[in-house]
């Protein structure tokens, strides 16, 4: 990949950060990020990087990061929605109000922000030659883990709305990706006891996949979960929720 206008949400951490350096390079990135001292860390180590400082979930916020967008490069090739959150869902014990708060910022963060980004950022996709959009949702939206059930939920929901948009963008000859990532050595997967990709291994997966067409990404893991949850839904449920 080379000689795009890059971007990409959560740049700064994680998944985010290890796409953004393997791409920095050859490309022009544009990170958006909410969090100010991320987004020093992000510049000391890539000062190549364009930031932007913005929360997914304000709608007023994405408007002036696409008109900057606009104003600066004209167009975006590569829109890439990687910001997520995953909170723990604990039913029995938490009050209505903490999983009201839970609810509300997983469904904004994780469902609503790629959606909404990514119609804003239509008419800028329309001015490049071949235009992709990707969503990072997950493995786990095929297969519920219980202890993140409204994270889980949230990224099923993405993973329909893809489906969708995929389908309403082929008349624009807009390419959607979906990337459904399995457990990821991150900020985000940090309490997880099991065996985690390194997030250089899977930006360079994703990378390779990226170039080579695919537009439905099961990497590492999440190829198994999608064939047992369709076949053997029980087992996968089990072999999740142990
Ligand atoms: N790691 C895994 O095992 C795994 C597995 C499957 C799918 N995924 C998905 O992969 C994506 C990247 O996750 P990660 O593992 O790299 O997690 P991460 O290290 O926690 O990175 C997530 C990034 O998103 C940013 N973000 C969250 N809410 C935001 C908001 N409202 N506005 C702007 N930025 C926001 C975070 O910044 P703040 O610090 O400001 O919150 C952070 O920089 C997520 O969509 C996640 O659901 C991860």
Redesign the pocket.
């Known amino acids: 990949m080379k000689d795009k206008i890059i971007v990409i949400?959560?740049g700064?951490?994680?998944?985010?950060y290890a796409i953004t350096k393997a791409l920095i390079n050859n490309n022009t990135i544009v990170s958006?990020?909410?969090?100010p001292a991320?987004i020093s860390a992000l510049k000391t180590a890539m000062p190549k990087v364009d930031s932007i400082q913005?929360?997914?979930?304000s709608s007023d916020q994405l408007n002036a990061a696409i008109s900057k967008i606009e104003k600066s490069y004209g167009k975006i090739d590569l829109l890439i929605n990687?910001?997520?959150?995953?909170t723990q869902f604990d039913f029995v014990n938490s009050s209505e109000q903490k999983l009201k708060e839970d609810i509300e910022t997983e469904i904004s963060?994780?469902y609503s922000?790629p959606i909404l980004l990514t119609k804003k950022a239509l008419p800028l996709l329309k001015k490049s030659k071949e235009p992709i959009v990707v969503i990072?949702?997950?493995?786990?939206a095929y297969m519920p883990i219980a202890s993140l059930g409204t994270y889980c939920a949230s990224?099923t929901a993405v993973h329909f709305a893809t489906m969708s948009i995929r389908h309403q963008l082929a008349g624009l000859k807009i390419r959607v990706v979906e990337v459904l990532?399995?457990?990821?050595d991150?900020?985000?997967?940090k309490n997880?006891p099991v065996p985690?990709m390194p997030?250089d291994k899977f930006a360079q997966l994703f990378i390779e996949k990226l170039e080579s067409g695919e537009n439905i990404m099961n990497i590492g893991q999440s190829a198994g979960l999608n064939k047992f949850s369709r076949f053997l839904p029980k087992t996968a449920f089990k072999m999740l929720n142990k």
């Not at 958006?32 to 969090?35: A, E, G, K, Q, V």
């Not at 913005?54 to 979930?57: G, I, L, M, R, Y």
């Not at 990532?181 to 990821?184: E, G, L, R």
């Open positions: 949400t959560g700064a951490t994680g998944i985010g958006i990020d909410r969090n991320k913005a929360d997914v979930t990687n910001a997520g959150k995953g963060i994780n922000a990072i949702s997950s493995g786990l990224k990532p399995p457990v990821v991150t900020d985000l997967s997880a985690k997030a």
